[in-house]
T-cell receptor, first 111, second 112 residues
Framework: QKEVEQNSGPLSVPEGAIASLNCTYS??????FFWYRQYSGKSPELIMF????GDKEDGRFTAQLNKASQYVSLLIRDSQPSDSATYLC???????????FGSGTQLTVLP | DGGITQSPKYLFRKEGQNVTLSCEQN?????MYWYRQDPGQGLRLIYY???????QKGDIAEGYSVSREKKESFPLTVTSAQKNPTAFYLC???????????FGPGTRLLVL
């Protein structure tokens, strides 16, 4: 059973702080990793994807991947109240050509 | 204006009734997917299709059916065999050489 695990939260951080969201996965054959943001009642929207070990930065967002530890994280710098949402980690399996989603971490940024 | 559309936004089902959720995309994507999301849960795969006239069961296909007669369209039917259909249903698509999936706005299904 391919699994993707996330802490469900809720995670609360003050405005301007760094929010750290974590995800582990069980399938060592996983090739690519995605972070989606989902506001309440809305569909997921892609924030970032990462394929290679290390860090990938896009504005206030940084994705970190460690394939040896089967661990991927998302850092949000200078958190804003508008970042309050559920963040879904998804892992792409090349053999199945499909994404497996974690259950999401609910983030609240306090003004 | 390219994208994925789902209709209706809200759908009400009576006991014993089949209902069909629409998903259309004009992104020229080959693969399309249907997911179910329950409150506080992640996304679970119902069915997916990699090409026209072909589709595969996902993790929770029982009580659902699909068709893929056109590249642009991937409708999902929730049959009366699905005893707990209340959920948020999401359609997604992916280009042939891409791994990123893009989502439609979703349909919320409620049982009367």
């Amino acid at each position: 059973q391919k699994e993707v695990e996330q802490n469900s939260g809720p995670l609360s951080v003050p405005e301007g702080a760094i929010a750290s969201l974590n995800c582990t996965y069980s399938d060592r054959g996983s090739q690519s990793f995605f972070w989606y943001r989902q506001y309440s009642g809305k569909s997921p929207e892609l924030i970032m994807f990462i394929y290679s070990n290390g860090d990938k930065e896009d504005g206030r967002f940084t994705a970190q991947l460690n394939k040896a530890s089967q661990y991927v994280s998302l850092l949000i710098r200078d958190s804003q109240p508008s970042d309050s949402a559920t963040y879904l980690c998804a892992v792409f399996s090349g053999s199945a050509r499909q994404l497996t989603f974690g259950s999401g971490t609910q983030l609240t940024v306090l003004p | 204006d390219g994208g994925i559309t789902q209709s209706p936004k809200y759908l009400f089902r009576k006991e014993g009734q089949n209902v069909t959720l629409s998903c259309e995309q004009n992104l020229n994507h080959d693969a399309m997917y249907w997911y179910r999301q329950d409150p506080g849960q992640g996304l679970r795969l119902i069915y997916y299709s990699q090409i026209v006239n072909d589709f595969q069961k996902g993790d929770i296909a029982e009580g659902y059916s699909v068709s893929r007669e056109k590249k642009e369209s991937f409708p999902l039917t929730v049959t009366s065999a699905q005893k707990n259909p209340t959920a948020f249903y999401l359609c997604a698509s992916r280009g042939q050489y891409q791994e990123t999936q893009y989502f439609g706005p979703g349909t919320r299904l409620l049982v009367l």
